[in-house]
């Protein structure tokens, strides 16, 4: 019997993104690469960041925070599901389960509030510039990363405390390749009403909330940008937005349309697609969006190789 709740199951079986054996060690190599570049390009950035002093702002000390939490979020569950291509049995226990769901709920939530900081952080710069230093002073931005990582902190613990509760019968079979809120909500043999409600209400919020700050704070953000009556200013405005517009659209998006439905109307297949696109996709893109679009981090990197080289 599984330690501290009232299941029957001790470990779960994770069905992976497909049965087919002729994909398996083609997927295995592919989300190898990705998951390579995904580590190189998050953990180039934070030492970048963290190496080159002008590169010491609130943008990206944001940026910094945003890399590590992707880099962080993309290890939960990637090295598990590349065993799991390439093993006959994909077992994970009950506790590592619960952990994985734990970690994962975590980090995504932090970079729900770390994208929302990041808006308010080009509002201020583009609608307030004048202001900008006192306004994202360090106290502020740490503040900002204290309260976002708290707020992970307490849905996480909601989301895995209500699956806790949960009792687990025969059926140990997920059919996805890590342990999501839904596939295991329909695992369970006693009612999932709340831990429905929980979800709804917990991903509403995070969702919702910094969705609506993003919008509001961009459109003031456009307002400004069309009273500015230069040509090479409003570009220069669009050009340090773009990036991260791309980045919350790509976030949001995959997130809201997984987790703002209730999971009897979610199809596993259409579950499993959503959740590679912002488990595995978009901790791999946000760094290409940011220093591909970014002449900052451009030339930080090429200052940072030419000394290597001399």
């Not at 290890?75 to 077992?91: D, E, Q």
């Not at 002073?137 to 209500?162: D, E, I, R």
């Not at 596939?183 to 043999?189: R, W, Y």
């Not at 590679?276 to 940011?290: A, C, E, Q, R, S």
Request: with cysteine; aromatic share 14%; charged share 10%.
């Amino acid at each position: 019997m599984a330690p501290g709740n009232g299941s029957l199951v001790n470990e779960f079986l994770l069905l992976g993104l497909t049965d087919q054996p002729d994909l398996q060690l083609p997927l295995f190599f592919l989300f190898l690469i990705m998951y390579v570049f995904t580590v190189i390009g998050n953990f180039g950035l934070i030492i970048l960041i963290g190496l080159t002093s002008h590169l010491h702002t609130p943008m990206y000390f944001f940026l910094f925070n945003l890399s590590f939490i992707d880099f962080c979020y993309s290890s939960v569950f990637t090295p598990k599901m590349l065993v799991n291509f390439i093993s006959k049995k994909n077992i994970i226990s009950y506790m590592g389960c619960m952990t994985q769901l734990y970690f994962f709920c975590f980090f995504v939530i932090s970079e729900c509030y770390v994208l929302t900081s990041m808006a308010c952080d080009r509002y201020v710069a583009i609608c307030n510039p004048l202001l900008y230093n006192i306004v994202m002073s360090p106290k502020m931005c740490s503040s900002l990363m204290l309260a976002s990582y708290l707020m992970a902190f307490s849905g996480a613990t909601a989301h895995t405390g209500c699956m806790l509760r949960l009792t687990f019968c025969d059926a140990n079979i997920i059919n996805n390749y890590f342990c999501d809120i839904h596939p295991l909500l329909q695992l369970s043999c006693t009612s999932t009403y709340i831990n429905e409600l929980v979800v709804f209400i917990i991903s509403g919020i995070h969702v919702i909330v910094p969705s609506l700050t993003i919008f509001v704070s961009y459109s003031f953000i456009l307002s400004s940008i069309l009273h500015v009556s230069s040509t090479e200013g409003r570009s220069k405005a669009f050009s340090t937005c773009s990036s991260h517009i791309i980045a919350v659209s790509l976030f949001f998006g995959s997130g809201a349309f997984m987790y703002l439905k209730p999971s009897s109307t979610i199809s596993m297949d259409e579950g499993k697609i959503s959740s590679v696109f912002y488990t595995n996709t978009v901790p791999l893109l946000n760094p290409l969006i940011y220093s591909l679009r970014n002449k900052d981090i451009k030339f930080a990197l090429g200052k940072t190789l030419s000394r290597k080289q001399f």
